[in-house]
């Protein structure tokens, strides 16, 4: 089995082992509160980790999406069973299992394998890194409201805390159902390679999804300092590509506050890829041919 192919069943085995493993901590926590509250704990606690770890079984990006909710959801929790006044030494050891459980869902590989599931045998998706805009702020903002809020309200409901229980689940339902939305869109933004050449998938910055045909490629390569390409990676940290073409490619760009930007004429642009090594690899391979002919 090679490594593609082994490292969901990693990400599977370090969430099968986590109620052994961090359950202690939880139970010790738990211990002193009311019945009801513990009660409630207890089975949403079984709940989303049964949830995710059915989710880690099926290789789509609804399910990274959902891991990559749950996973920081499991490390808070932990690192509250580990503050509690009556947890010892299996606080610790729950908050370092559950971390080694989150950087494994969060590694470049597990999104490469997991948005690969639902893909055509023919094509092979790379997913891009997230806008660094969000990373400081909003992204973990839109986090507390999608995950945190409505475990919060579950337990106030719990504990007979009607009207701040209330308040809370309807703030939650519409983070649910809003914020989640735009959190698993952060899952479907890749670069494809298909037969017919290599196409560029994100809604955040394309109103549709645009193929570039082989013929049209003129080759990829990392970015250099101070190009002047089209620059799609949104302040993205990490390595970017520049994508060359023999003639320009119109692209109808998205706007903030709006679905449709303007439309561009380019023949270079810039993305960020999780992992830009394996997209040069593969386009080697696709193209028969070396990264760049410049």
């Known amino acids: 089995m090679d490594r593609a192919r082994l490292h969901p069943w990693v990400v599977r085995a370090a ?70 006044r009556d947890v010892g030494a299996s606080g610790a050891f729950a908050v370092a299992i559950t971390l080694v459980a989150l950087s494994l869902v969060f590694l470049p590989e597990t999104g490469v394998a997991f948005v690969n599931g639902p893909a055509y045998p023919n094509e092979r998706r790379f997913p891009l890194r997230v806008p660094g805009p969000l990373l400081f702020g909003p992204l973990v903002v839109a986090w507390v409201l999608t995950a945190g809020i409505p475990i919060a309200a579950l337990l106030l409901l719990s504990a007979r805390q009607w009207i701040a229980g209330g308040i809370a689940g309807t703030v939650g339902a519409a983070a649910v159902f809003f914020l989640g939305r735009a959190l698993h869109g ?38 250099a300092a101070g190009t002047d390409a089209l620059d799609l990676t949104q302040r993205s940290p990490g390595i ?55």
């Open 240 to 294: 970017a590509l520049e994508l060359a073409l023999r003639e320009e490619a119109t692209l109808v760009l998205t706007k903030p506050g709006e679905r449709i930007g303007p439309t561009v004429a380019v023949d270079r642009l810039l993305f960020t890829p999780t992992r830009p090594g394996r997209v040069l690899g593969e386009l080697r391979v696709r193209m028969g041919a070396p990264p760049s002919d410049g």
């Open 15 to 84: 969430w099968a082992v986590l109620p052994f493993a961090a359950g202690p901590a939880f139970a010790d926590a738990l211990d002193a509160r009311s019945v009801p509250v513990r009660t409630v704990a207890s089975v949403g606690l079984w709940l989303v980790w049964g949830v995710a770890l059915c989710g880690s079984l099926v290789l789509h990006p609804i399910a990274l999406t959902l891991l990559r909710v749950v996973a920081p959801a499991a490390v808070a929790s932990a690192g509250w069973a580990a503050a509690q």
């Open 186 to 223: 952060l899952s479907r933004r890749w670069v494809v390679f298909v037969p017919a050449g290599l196409v560029l998938h994100d809604p955040m910055t394309l109103v549709d999804p645009v193929l570039f045909p082989k013929l049209k490629i003129a080759g990829v390569e990392i970015a």
